[in-house]
């Protein structure tokens, strides 16, 4: 079963921050939260990803909370090539290193 | 980021033959290979997990015989669908991973599968 839970779908006003919410409140305390996403038809892009700090890189920011049973992903300047599914993602340890898929948030980034 | 690589992109084949899909690592070497699964607007499904050399894991529910998966090398893992029938119709994709890159995965751009 997935670890995380988020909005099926959001909108955004291009130019505009997207700011995507992700619930994980059964995280244990050496598994990291990732955030990839998904164009259509084509396979999960990296986007970013924290223990318990909160995160930038050139895409964008991770605010994890101090509990780490939620955190956001902000899109600072959304664009129209910003439409796609992210994953908000836990990653377990059993055995390996494995991602659990939740559903996602279909974030559509309005003109 | 590392750069993962899917052949063939897409694939048609009639109901009981079998296919094969090959994920290479183009710059790295993933001791780790992941499988995944996903039908149209679902998300990912985990298939199975194979390190190079030893046999796959297979996720419950997934018919090891079915999907065969064979990880020979640190830069290719292939996965054969045999006897496939419609609903093995599919996008599927594959990720890399190792212990020098923090064990974070880089996916394949996918393989859409049409049976026929």
């Known amino acids: 079963d997935a670890k995380t839970t988020q909005p099926p779908s959001m909108d955004c006003a291009e130019g505009r921050a997207a700011n995507l919410p992700c619930n994980h409140s059964t995280i244990s305390g050496n598994e990291y939260v990732y955030w990839y996403r998904q164009i259509h038809s084509q396979g999960p892009q990296y986007i970013i990803h924290?223990?318990?700090n909160n995160e930038t890189n050139e895409m964008a920011s991770l605010i994890i909370t101090e509990d780490r049973k939620s955190s956001t992903l902000i899109l600072p300047h959304a664009t129209l090539r910003d439409t796609a599914v992210y994953y908000c993602i836990v990653r377990v340890v059993l055995g390996t290193y494995k991602y659990i898929f939740g559903t996602g948030t279909r974030l559509k980034v309005l003109a | 980021g590392a750069v993962v690589s899917q052949h063939p992109s897409w694939v048609i084949c009639k109901s009981g033959t079998s296919v094969k899909i090959e994920c290479r690592s183009l710059?790295?070497?993933?001791?780790?290979m992941f499988w995944y699964r996903q039908f149209p607007k679902q998300s990912l499904m985990l298939m199975a997990t194979s390190n190079e050399g030893s046999k796959a894991t297979y996720e419950q529910g997934v018919e090891k015989d079915k999907f065969l998966i064979n990880h020979a090398s640190l830069t290719l893992s292939t996965l054969t669908v045999t006897s496939a029938h419609p609903e093995d119709s599919s996008f599927y994709i594959c990720s890399a991973s190792n212990l020098d890159r923090g064990y974070e995965q880089y996916f394949g751009p996918g393989t859409r599968l049409t049976v026929t």
């Open positions: 924290g223990l318990k």
């Open positions: 710059d790295f070497q993933a001791t780790t």
